[in-house]
Structures are given as C-alpha cells and as structure tokens.
C-alpha cells in the first residue's frame, strides 16, 4: 500500500464543528488560527488554502487524540455531489442485461444528509432491511472550469477521499430510470476519513481499492480498470455544468456489493464495513437501526 500523505478532517470537538491536521499521534486543531478565514473546511478547499495550513502545521502537537472527536463528512455543504454508477467492467458485467460496455457514464446527485463521516454507523431505515455497501474513490474540486480538457482536468481537484456509497436496493427500483429515491436515506451511505490534498497523478492513476464487510473483503479492484478515469469524469461532467471548488464527484464501485450474491447479503446492525484505497485511507463505519 502507499503511504498516506499529509490529511487534513472536518470533526467535533468540545462542543464545535473544527478542522485539523490528522498525525499519527493525533489531530492538531488548525480552527483557532484559521477560523476567522475559513469557517469549515469546505471554505478551505474553496479558497484554495488546504497546502497553507498544512504548512502551518508542521511542528506543533496534537490537540485531540482520534478517538475524543467525531469525524464529520469533509465537505458539509456541497454545490454539487454527484456520483458515478457502473464504473467498472466486472460491475457492468453483474447487470446480466446483454449490454455492452457503454461509451458514456450512469450518473446521479446524491444530498449531504445521506453521509455520515468516519467511525459514524450507517443507519438503515425501517421500511427496507437491503442496505448495501459500495467502496469508491471521491474526488473534491479545486478549481473552476467548465469544457475542462482531459488534459487539463487533474488542475482541477484539490482532494481526494473515500466514500462509501450506501444505497436502499429496492428503493433504486421504484422507477424505471431512476434510482434517486434508493440512494438519499437520511445516513445510509458515509463519507471520509479525511481529504488528502491532490499532488500529481500517481495519486489517482492506478491505485488499489477495496471494500471489507467484517472483515471479508468483498470489493477490490484498481483505478486504471476504470472505464471512465478521472480526467474523463472531469472533462464529462463539465460539459454541462460548471464545477466550483467544494464540489465533490464518487467516481465508481467495483464488482461485490451485497445485491450481487446469491442470495443477496444485506448489512445489519453490527457490521461494520471498511473502504480502503492506497494512499488515501481508509474510511470505517458500523451500522444500526434508525
């Protein structure tokens, strides 16, 4: 696995949303010297600050241990969430329909309510027990653009992240072409631990992930299997919106969520469900009844 570089958390603490540097010996808390700049991390992301005050952290210790906050989505407030469906050959494969690969990506917009951060259980509602799991590699937007080349697209992400794209399967089925209503449960799906600042391609290229239900891995595959890598999803979904710096794109799951087993295999309260990809992290959640 690659190593992870520096990351920086949006949490709670001492009774107020903050934000700070994860260490291995824990989180410095940059909110009392930035705050009065940047309220939220997402206002970070937006003014283009996210190297400045990692910098600013170099050589000061923790403020909090990991396990004395709650870890909050990184970006609360999106413009835009939009995710990727059947990314993946494998996963376009499972739909058993005769379709061929497509030429052009399934997309939808999920809500900032449907995640939960880090180490928060995923909750499943009580009018379906088919909660599923999808592990994917989310990117946050840095800068402006629309009609972004290809060639130009990764001048464009600021972040990287986690995301696991919790959905209600059998809500996802209530519509012929939709599948809005399965995918936006108040705090099925998570998002996290933390953004990694984006530096260069290697970071996205080629990289491994994977999703673990128990400890049972159950999704793994690489980024450079991707049907639509990341400069196309950029250059794809610039066409026609333009994207602004805190929006955030889940680029994709692999083959392996639950509604593909035979037969399926649902979460449950007391599972807990890790999404792990190199160089970014890996984001853990349990799961409970609402």
Avoid at 90 to 117: C, H, L, V
Avoid at 196 to 209: G, H, M, T
Avoid at 227 to 242: A, G, L
Wanted: charge should be negative.
């Amino acid at each position: 696995m690659k190593p992870i570089p520096a990351r920086i958390a949006a949490f709670h603490a001492n009774g107020a949303d903050r934000y700070g540097v994860v260490t291995d010996a824990g989180i410095i808390d940059m909110t009392p010297e930035y705050g009065s700049r940047f309220a939220t991390l997402q206002e970070v992301v937006e003014a283009g600050a996210l190297e400045e005050v990692l910098k600013s952290s170099e050589g000061r210790a923790p403020t909090y241990r990991e396990e004395d906050v709650t870890y909050l989505i990184p970006i609360a407030r999106p413009e835009k969430l939009i995710c990727i469906g059947v990314n993946f050959p494998d996963r376009n494969a499972e739909y058993k329909d005769g379709q061929s690969q497509p030429t052009k990506p399934s997309m939808f917009i999920r809500f900032p309510r449907s995640f939960t951060g880090h180490d928060g259980n995923l909750v499943r509602p009580p009018e379906s027990d088919q909660l599923d799991y999808e592990g994917e590699v989310t990117i946050v937007i840095g800068k402006s653009g629309r009609r972004i080349a290809k060639e130009d697209a990764y001048d464009h992400i600021a972040a990287l992240t986690l995301c696991n794209e919790g959905t209600i399967r059998d809500w996802v089925r209530h519509a012929k072409f939709n599948v809005t209503q399965g995918k936006n449960w108040d705090s099925t799906g998570s998002i996290g631990p933390w953004l990694v600042p984006f530096r260069n391609a290697s970071q996205l290229d080629d990289i491994e992930l994977t999703t673990r239900v128990n400890g049972e891995v159950r999704q793994q595959d690489r980024t450079s299997n991707m049907m639509f890598d990341f400069r196309f999803i950029v250059n794809y979904v610039s066409t026609f919106c333009t994207l602004v710096p805190g929006d955030v794109i889940v680029c994709g799951t692999p083959t392996g969520a639950g509604a593909r087993f035979d037969p399926p295999i649902w979460l449950k309260p007391g599972d807990v469900v890790e999404v792990e990809a190199e160089g970014i992290g890996m984001l853990r959640n349990g799961v409970e009844d609402e």
